[in-house]
């Protein structure tokens, strides 16, 4: 009756009576339906297959475009042309799952005519009649569910679904070859372990590129499809994977893939796995690299803000890890291991005080490296806090507020005022304390209800100008001249150089309503982040030419094309002019005198903070340090015309620890000696000194 049955059925088009074969539901099912039902019941279903991009691996590169940094995805999987795959890999996909594929049009009635006998023979599900045709359609439905019913839908064991199944093989078959289908197939497969199609099946299980698997290493590739947790060669026990492979290899010889001899020796030869775990996130990249985690980390922040990518930050990151990009990075590993040895030779990874530094590419914003003596690790010992391990973003980047930064703070008073016009050469006598006219709570620095700053030492009393009094890091003469300004003018400033208030006083003392009050701004209370300090001078480097922090250099598409928003490369840096020109080398002038480099248009009172700078780095130079009171931290910003730095040294844990004056010139020799070695063969550009008009 079977046999009998069966025949006039697929001749009559009522494939969907056949779909019993490969299901566990009696004759009596099959006998129920009719030929025009069944017929009607098929030409109702769906006929195109919706193909939904299948997920793909991102990979993140370092600078150079060919040092791996990390991958991101949900399934890793990299999609090749049949030409990349080794003919061993097609045969046997095809002698194992589909040994008449080349012969059948989407559905074959007689391996469902074969699989209906056996499962009846067998009281069971015994053989499938799945086409390779049919499972590649149930990957894409499975694949394009949008929810979890949709999902279940496209795996359930139901006559439906492998009615749809058919139907969309049948059309599919009729739009694409069969050379496509496999190669389709072949990228979405799963193999386990995390591996979706050959590309990432062949590096897992074998470390190598798909074309270089030979006949038994393809032969078991081959036999996990059908279960790869029950065939899993990665086992103590290979007995099943080995009995599944050397299936495999029986099904290629007789289809005559192979010959004899081959099938023999492949058959004797032992399993042997290369195996490999393909990073995943930042947490993934290579121990040696492990400092590079940090960026890494900047750079999904970053992601997630992008609009390009999708409408929510969680969109952004999904698609991260599914759209299949290639990522090149601004991290330079040469220059990320050159300022890593200087960090770590000033302050250990062991110690609770961090260290770091920040390197930019003025007129670009690219960030070049971020460094800290921290090991990026999800493992901290809860009783240290921050040290040896975490994964805080103390460079900058995510929520975290960073640290006060103090005088580092007086450029953007010295920026207001030279935008307001106010030449270099302004002056004021600046006595050893200041009674200032902002108004503060009563406190060590008040006299009565005035704020009264003093300076670092009494050798800064007197007349100084804006060349002295930022070479010397003056408090009483930045209060004047933040007074004649406007504290107002200087936050301003500071915001349109990139800083954010994160922490509910700085927001609350930046709103226009209290900005013009806030005397204490020009000495650095503010929290900032070595990324937006080192923006910051990046901006002086550029000449007020202003460019987004930017942790990328090139973002591809799967399809090879440019990632694009708005008409713009995403990619591209982002830059529009912050500060005058003039005015922006005026304040460049100034911080010479900070390094010891020496000012072009005036004389710097006859010493800096930081001479030990240009002493060490010998090329122009120019810069700002800063302390906070009882060195909390310390500070130095640096830059030349080719690279800006900012470090810090802190305490991340208790922001009130003091770092000591021991540590007060840490940054200053860290940013000097990374420049100095970074920049090492390259040309000692000038910098344009100012006009007239500002000196």
């Given at each position: 009756m079977a046999a009998g049955k069966i025949a006039p059925l697929v001749r009559a088009g009522l494939i969907a009576g056949l779909v019993v074969a490969g299901l566990a539901y009696p004759l009596a099912a099959l006998a129920g339906i009719g030929v025009k039902a069944g017929t009607e019941a098929l030409q109702s279903l769906p006929e195109e297959l919706i193909e939904v991009p299948s997920a793909q691996t991102t990979y993140v590169y370092a600078k150079d475009g060919k040092t791996l940094m990390t991958m991101f995805?949900?399934?890793?999987?990299?999609?090749?042309?049949?030409?990349?795959?080794?003919?061993?890999?097609?045969?046997?996909?095809?002698?194992?799952?589909?040994?008449?594929?080349?012969?059948?049009?989407?559905?074959?009635?007689?391996?469902?005519?074969?699989?209906?006998?056996a499962n009846r023979q067998a009281g069971g599900i015994s053989q499938g009649a799945s086409t390779l045709t049919m499972q590649y359609v149930r990957m894409a439905l499975r694949d394009g569910a949008k929810t979890p019913k949709q999902a279940l839908e496209a795996t359930e064991q139901t006559t439906s679904r492998k009615l749809r199944e058919m139907r969309m093989a049948i059309e599919l078959e009729k739009r694409i070859s069969k050379q496509e289908i496999l190669e389709r197939y072949l990228n979405s497969a799963y193999f386990g372990h995390r591996a979706y199609g050959i590309f990432a099946a062949a590096q897992v299980f074998f470390s190598k590129l798909p074309r270089d698997l030979n006949l038994t290493e393809s032969a078991l590739l081959a036999g996990l499809v059908k279960a790869p947790s029950a065939y899993d060669p990665a086992t103590q026990d290979q007995e099943a994977a080995t009995d599944r492979r050397n299936y495999v290899i029986d099904q290629m010889l007789k289809i005559n893939a192979i010959s004899r001899s081959?099938?023999?020796?492949?058959?004797?030869?032992?399993?042997?796995?290369?195996?490999?775990?393909?990073?995943?996130?930042?947490?993934?990249?290579?121990?040696?690299?492990?400092?590079?985690?940090?960026?890494?980390?900047?750079?999904?922040?970053?992601?997630?803000?992008?609009?390009?990518?999708?409408?929510?930050?969680?969109?952004?990151?999904?698609?991260?890890?599914?759209?299949?990009?290639?990522?090149?990075?601004?991290?330079?590993?040469?220059?990320?291991?050159?300022?890593?040895?200087?960090?770590?030779?000033?302050?250990?990874?062991?110690?609770?005080?961090?260290?770091?530094?920040?390197?930019?590419?003025?007129?670009?914003?690219?960030?070049?490296s971020m460094a800290v003596n921290r090991r990026y690790s999800l493992d901290p010992n809860e009783k240290k806090g921050n040290y040896p391990n975490t994964v805080n973003p103390l460079l900058g980047g995510g929520t975290m507020a960073g640290y006060q930064a103090g005088s580092t703070f007086k450029i953007f008073t010295l920026l207001a005022a030279l935008e307001e016009g106010m030449p270099l050469s302004t002056s004021f006598y600046s006595p050893q304390r200041y009674v200032s006219k902002y108004i503060t709570a009563p406190g060590p620095a008040t006299c009565g209800i005035h704020w009264c700053p003093k300076n670092s030492t009494k050798s800064m009393t007197g007349r100084q100008n804006m060349w002295s009094g930022f070479g010397k890091s003056v408090n009483t003469y930045f209060v004047q001249l933040e007074e004649k300004v406007g504290a107002d003018k200087a936050v301003k400033m500071a915001e349109r150089l990139g800083l954010a208030w994160r922490t509910d006083i700085d927001r609350k003392l930046a709103t226009p309503e209290h900005a013009s009050g806030w005397g204490a701004f020009t000495l650095g209370v503010s929290d900032a982040t070595p990324i937006e300090m080192a923006n910051v001078f990046a901006t002086l480097a550029a000449e007020g030419n202003y460019c987004q922090p930017l942790p990328v250099k090139l973002i591809r598409n799967p399809d090879g094309t440019n990632s694009k928003f708005g008409g713009k490369l995403v990619a591209a840096p982002r830059c529009h002019r912050a500060v005058p020109v003039e005015v922006a080398r005026a304040a460049t002038d100034a911080a010479r005198c900070v390094t010891g480099y020496g000012a072009e248009k005036g004389g710097c009172g006859g010493w800096g903070t930081s001479s030990m700078v240009y002493g060490t780095l010998r090329r122009p130079v120019a810069g700002k340090s800063g302390t906070t009171d009882d060195n909390k931290a310390a500070w130095f910003c640096g830059f030349t015309p080719q690279m800006a730095a900012a470090a810090f040294v802190a305490d991340p844990d208790d922001p009130t620890n003091h770092v000591g004056s021991g540590r007060s010139t840490m940054s200053k020799m860290t940013v000097a000696q990374t420049l100095r070695d970074a920049l090492d063969g390259e040309p000692k550009r000038k910098f344009t000194p100012p006009s007239k008009k500002l000196t």
């Open positions: 995805y949900e399934e890793h999987r990299r999609p090749l042309g049949l030409e990349e795959m080794s003919p061993y890999v097609i045969q046997a996909i095809v002698a194992s799952e589909d040994s008449r594929f080349y012969e059948h049009h989407g559905v074959d009635p007689k391996g469902v005519a074969r699989a209906f006998v081959q099938a023999a020796d492949a058959k004797k030869a032992k399993i042997k796995l290369k195996l490999s775990s393909p990073p995943n996130d930042c947490m993934s990249i290579a121990d040696k690299n492990n400092d590079w985690g940090f960026f890494c980390d900047y750079f999904k922040s970053w992601w997630r803000e992008q609009p390009a990518f999708g409408k929510t930050p969680e969109d952004r990151e999904r698609n991260l890890r599914r759209g299949g990009y290639k990522v090149v990075t601004s991290l330079d590993p040469r220059i990320q291991s050159i300022a890593m040895r200087h960090v770590l030779k000033k302050e250990k990874k062991k110690s609770r005080y961090a260290h770091g530094e920040v390197l930019i590419e003025p007129g670009t914003g690219r960030i070049v």
